[in-house]
């Protein structure tokens, strides 16, 4: 019998074996569950510690996503700062390339005009040496021209000259400084200079000496033809010979041949004191034979002038053309640069595209595997040689 209290319970009642078995799976249930708490005391500290970790792998995550969003922001906005870039970069290009092309154009138009100009002045040039040919081979037909010519001096000299020299080559009734009127002056270059050609015929002295019959009036009209041929050889000379004015000598045109013929026939003295006073005495035949000597001496003078024109005008020319090479040579150094721009602005371009693709290609989806990530493809294309 066992008393609790007030009551008092056998031990063969059932009861008190029921509360026995039930305390006895009581204590066996805490027994066990004391048990079942130490072996699920690891498993609990793992799942906290994986919650942690899968709550930092988020925040992570979290993070790199934004990170990603900042750099394809700035990515972005670079990229819309190069493309800026390089539109004002071509349109600068493009302008100053206009700029330079039209500029260039000016220049050669002016050079070419320029050169047409050079090339007016020497067709010009040459124009006049054919005309100064043309003349020389004139000249012999009127050497070959046998008709009869005027009678007296100065409208035999007259003709002769001007067909024998260009209008401007001679002055017919010029003054001298002292005052004297030459029949004709010839404009020769320095040296010998101007000279000056006189007309003198001694019709009576001639007509005397051909109406002569008997030895006495031979002698005597002989006389008469040196006094006359003295004197105008004398006047010549100290009337036409200038120093510093007109050249060295002077002509004394005879218009008839009989006259000149009979001079050299009859009075050699009279020709020897005219070359000893410069005076040098011509016909129509030898005066024809001087001008043509004179009229080289004049084309000579002419073609030296002609050439030093034409040296001077092809100097010129080459100038030019030096002038138009130097700016054709920039015109190509302005495209090569243009060019070189262009290239480096392609290759700036294709650098961009190239990490823009790669910046592309990595893989950013949360779905990713958390516990091993996949490393993103960052391969490094190759880049081209920097500008």
Known sequence: ???IGSTVIALDDPRLWAAAAAILVAV????????????????????????GAVRALNDGQQQLHGGITHVAEAQAAAQARVAASMESRLAEVTRAMGDSLGASAQRTAHSLGELQQRLSAIDKAQTN???LSGDVLGLQDILSN????????????REIVTRALPPDAATFQATLSNGTRAD?????????????????????????????????????????????????IKAISEKYIIEGETAEGALMFLPSEAVYAELHANFADLVREGFAARVWIVSPTTCMATLHTLRAV???????????????ELGLLYKDVERLSARVGNLDRHFGQAQKDIEEIRISADRAHGRARRLEAIDFTPEADLDEPAAPNLTRLPDRAAP
Do not use: N
């Not at 066996?28 to 569950?33: I, K, M, Y």
């Not at 046998?146 to 000299?157: H, M, P, Y």
């Open 1 to 3: 019998m066992i008393t």
């Open 146 to 157: 046998k008709q009869t010519r005027g009678a007296f001096g100065e409208i035999q000299l």
């Open 184 to 232: 004709c002056l010839i404009h020769l270059p320095l040296p010998p200079g101007p000279i000056v050609v006189d007309a003198k015929f001694p019709l009576e002295a001639y007509e005397a000496l051909r109406a002569a019959k008997g030895p006495a009036e031979l002698a005597a009209a002989g006389r008469g033809m040196r006094t006359a041929i003295r004197a105008h």
């Open 28 to 51: 066996l249930l805490l027994r066990a569950s004391a048990r079942a708490a130490r072996a699920t005391e690891p498993l609990a500290r793992h799942l906290l510690e994986l919650d």
């Open 129 to 131: 040496i054919e005309k």
């Open 298 to 312: 004049l084309k000579d003078a002419r073609m030296r002038a002609e050439a030093h024109a034409i040296r001077r």
